[in-house]
């Protein structure tokens, strides 16, 4: 499967991204990612990451990588309430806003859309099963978030010899 994106096209998704977070309070990690491969080309840190950037930069969408594994129970999209808490990587606290989209597993929130990925799903040397997922938001439309989730999908199968379970976009 092969897409053409310009750059203006794939720019213009990531201000979207921007203005949505923007609205929010925080830095979109898109406009930083999308100036480093331009000016330095993709970075290298292992194949799911690699797969996450590719998607990330080749649609212009937001996407995270985790390891399924480290899920506790079944996931649900929520909006969060002022001062919940999420462990962020590295050990960061993020603490909620009024409204902001959250996704959580049984247990506790894993990623909060706005702020990032938790560290109890972070992928490493010992992941076996990888969730690549992506938040739409106004303005972007889903066949990008099904291309940008099928692009990480196939990075994986072609260059790790991996096994693709589905793309789904709910």
């Known amino acids: 499967m092969r897409w053409r994106e310009t ?9 979207t991204y921007d203005k949505f977070f923007g609205g929010f309070g925080f830095d979109c990690p898109l406009p930083k990612h999308l100036k480093r491969t331009v000016n330095s080309g993709f970075p290298r840190y292992n194949l799911m990451v690699d797969a996450h950037f590719m998607a990330e930069m080749c649609v212009g969408i937001l ?18 309430e002022e001062g ?13 806003k009024e409204g902001e989209i959250v996704l959580k597993d049984e247990k506790e929130i894993v990623c909060v859309l706005c702020q990032g990925a938790d560290e109890k799903t972070r992928v490493g040397e010992d992941t076996k099963n990888v969730l690549f997922y992506a938040y739409g938001i106004p303005g972007v439309e889903g066949n990008h978030l099904r291309d940008g989730l099928t692009i990480a999908a196939e990075t994986m199968r072609d260059f790790g010899e991996e096994i693709i379970q589905g793309v789904e976009i709910y």
Do not use: H, S
């Not at 990588?65 to 909006?79: I, M, Y």
């Open 7 to 15: 750059l203006k096209e794939i720019t213009e998704r990531i201000e």
């Open 63 to 80: 996407v995270a990588v985790t390891d399924f594994d480290r899920f506790e129970g079944a996931l649900e999209l929520d909006l969060a």
């Open 84 to 96: 919940e808490v999420c462990r962020g990587m590295g050990g960061q606290e993020f603490r909620t």
